[in-house]
């Protein structure tokens, strides 16, 4: 099983970046999609869901409005679309695959927002 995000790094305030996880190693069109992230110091927290069909999503309030979670079953792949980034989305970001109690994790992409 491998989860790989790429896209990270640094952004200002109010710039845009486009997070992509690219799933192996397991059927990625049974498993529901999630983005997490971690800032220092902090504990990780659910930043966005996909349901394995694409059909519904959730977002933290934080990022409501802000943030978009897409997924491409043919290509195995979760794209999370970031704008109107502040200095408070700073933090590690982490794919991950959950399917009932099982999770795969991504190694995570590290997002910067500042001046």
């Known amino acids: 099983v491998q989860l790989v995000e790429s896209g990270g790094g640094l952004v200002q305030p109010g710039g845009s970046l486009r997070l992509s996880c690219a799933a192996s190693?397991?059927?990625?069109?049974?498993?529901?999609m999630n983005w997490y992230r971690q800032a220092p110091g902090k504990e990780r927290e659910l930043v966005a869901r996909?349901?394995?069909?694409?059909?519904?999503?959730t977002y933290a309030d934080s990022v409501k409005g802000r943030f978009t979670i897409s997924r491409d079953n043919a290509k195995n792949t979760v794209v999370l679309e970031m704008n109107s980034l502040k200095p408070e989305d700073t933090a590690v970001y982490y794919c991950?695959?959950?399917?009932?109690?099982?999770?795969?994790w991504g190694q995570g992409t590290l997002v910067t927002v500042s001046s």
């Open positions: 996909i349901t394995s069909g694409g059909r519904s999503t």
């Open positions: 190693g397991f059927t990625f069109s049974l498993y529901d």
């Open positions: 991950a695959a959950r399917r009932f109690g099982t999770y795969y």
